[in-house]
């Protein structure tokens, strides 16, 4: 059996985490999730062998149709995952995985397409004016994580159109002098300093040793997720105004992009984002989102949201099934 025809398998495959889930399409053209299957990707040494599993923890037939969400750039039909050691084959998966069709984008642009799909009560209001994403126009997608996601959309006529883009790879611009310390200490260890050496999970590190080098300070070696365990209950004050550092760059970058794309409305999203979300209202993100120097006036006039839906990369993988396989009948 291959499972009801408006069913298929959806993939959000990061750096970190592959998630599976098995998503349908309502008569309406909704799309409804099952529960995730989430795996570590360090525990596989491929997409097939982790399918495999998923395989063998779905009760029932598994659709042979999928979209697949990769955290890499989609070019060619060999596709090498940014943050881990996973390649896919595009042209391989109907033999591999026993597909016979299959959609393959960006995860961020997965995550574009559930922030164009999204309602509007599936976001919360970050900074900016409070009002509802543009009915037309470009919204820029960020999201910090294992590394740091970037797209766009463009909503026009009732429609949108999303763009896939690697901006996390952009320059590392500092703004004071704790960020021209930070530059410093990481031009040692990288050939070039991208904004996802900052602007990610792992970039706290970095920031926390900087501060501690500030302040003349020998700190244990710590991981990223011990810092932000420490910083997020506050047991160690380096380690919240570690956090608060990140914010203020993270603002940064974001009014970057919206600048870049011009963009009429800043939306981000993932885990992490959830998890500092009351600290982006303190910590300067706002502050920093508008600090463009004669264009602080058009800063100030976009909104910036966080869209709260617990899966966007898996929902928006089905949403791009939907429009290249289905958009007649969506």
Known sequence: ?????????????????????????????GIELDEPVTLKTSDYVSLQTAWEEFERRVEGPVPRRASLALAA???????????????IHIGALDTQLGLEKVTVLNDFAAV??????????????????DKPLPENGTVSVIGPGTGLGVAQFYRVDGTYHVQASEGGHANF???????????????????????????????IVGIYETLASLEHRSVEKLDD???????????DMLAVNAIERFCMALGSASGDFA???GASAVVMAGGLGYRIRHVLHYAGFGERFRFKGRYEPLMASIPVKFITHPQPGLFGAAAAFQREHLSEKA
């Open 1 to 29: 059996m291959q499972g009801h025809a408006s069913d298929l398998v959806a993939m959000d495959i990061g750096g970190t985490h592959a998630r599976f889930a098995l998503a349908r399409f309502t008569a309406d053209g």
């Open 73 to 87: 750039p989609i070019q060619g039909e060999t596709v090498r995952l940014t943050n881990n050691s996973w390649v």
């Open 112 to 129: 574009a397409h559930a922030v164009a799909r999204a309602p509007e009560d599936q976001f919360l209001h970050l900074t900016g004016p």
């Open 173 to 203: 611009a500092p703004v004071d002098h704790i960020e021209d310390e930070l530059m410093k200490r990481l031009r040692h260890l990288h050939r070039r300093v991208s904004v996802e050496r900052v602007v990610s999970g792992p970039g």
């Open 225 to 235: 997720r011990t810092i932000w365990e420490r910083g997020l209950d506050r047991s």
């Open 259 to 261: 600048l870049t794309h």
